[in-house]
T-cell receptor, first 112, second 116 residues
Framework: GENVEQHPSTLSVQEGDSAVIKCTYS??????FPWYKQELGKRPQLIID?????GEKKDQRIAVTLNKTAKHFSLHITETQPEDSAVYFC???????????FGIGTKLQVIP | EAGVVQSPRYKIIEKKQPVAFWCNPI?????LYWYRQNLGQGPELLIR????????DSQLPKDRFSAERLKGVDSTLKIQPAELGDSAVYLC??????????????FGAGSRLTVL
């Protein structure tokens, strides 16, 4: 089955700096990669996703990149703000097949 | 729309006691998931339903865990008997596959189980 590895497990950045979270996946058939944000005590919520036919996708301050050859994808947050503090999970799945495998999460702390 | 509704939000029981969690998915979502999330970890799939059929339960500890999804809507997850290691948040999620094939999960608030 699919295995998703995520690092770092914790990340502290100064407000305004950028944050990068990296993930690798094992199943070359995976072709859909969502990212979820989980604030303390709340449910995970989708913030951005990318499909394998796209190398990069951007939405305001967040962007995702995908390298299919290397089987890794990354989340980039620019101009970080305190409200970005949360746990971020990457995931991988196969479009048309509903199984979604999550990474262990990265706890991001943005220091004001 | 209410989103994915779970109950109870919190449950404290002693080991060897039974416990049950309930999930009401978003209307029209045919896929329902039960995930377990241990502290500081990512969600781990326990079981996935397509309508009323369990299509992936390979990670469900079948000696003590059971689940059902009657009529392809609501679902219950039961643990009997509970063990100390079962303390976790049990997340229910549902999804509707988009035309693009993207599979967007909507999570419930979770049920936090503490086994003493």
């Amino acid at each position: 089955g699919e295995n998703v590895e995520q690092h770092p497990s914790t990340l502290s950045v100064q407000e305004g700096d950028s944050a990068v979270i990296k993930c690798t996946y094992s199943d070359s058939a995976s072709n859909y990669f969502p990212w979820y944000k989980q604030e303390l005590g709340k449910r995970p919520q989708l913030i951005i996703d990318i499909r394998s036919n796209v190398g990069e996708k951007k939405d305001q301050r967040i962007a995702v990149t995908l390298n299919k050859t290397a089987k890794h994808f990354s989340l980039h947050i620019t101009e970080t703000q305190p409200e970005d503090s949360a746990v971020y999970f990457c995931a991988a799945s196969i479009r048309g097949y509903q199984k979604v495998t999550f990474g262990i999460g990265t706890k991001l702390q943005v220091i004001p | 729309e209410a989103g994915v509704v779970q109950s109870p939000r919190y449950k404290i029981i002693e080991k060897k006691q039974p416990v049950a969690f309930w999930c009401n998915p978003i209307s029209g979502h045919n896929t329902l998931y039960w995930y377990r999330q241990n502290l500081g970890q990512g969600p781990e799939l326990l079981i996935r339903y397509e309508n009323e059929e369990a299509v992936d339960d390979s990670q469900l500890p079948k000696d003590r865990f059971s689940a059902e999804r009657l009529k392809g809507v609501d679902s219950t997850l039961k643990i009997q008997p509970a063990e100390l290691g079962d303390s976790a948040v049990y997340l229910c999620a549902s999804s509707l596959q988009l035309n693009s094939g993207a599979n967007v999960l909507t999570f419930g608030a979770g049920s936090r189980l503490t086994v003493l």
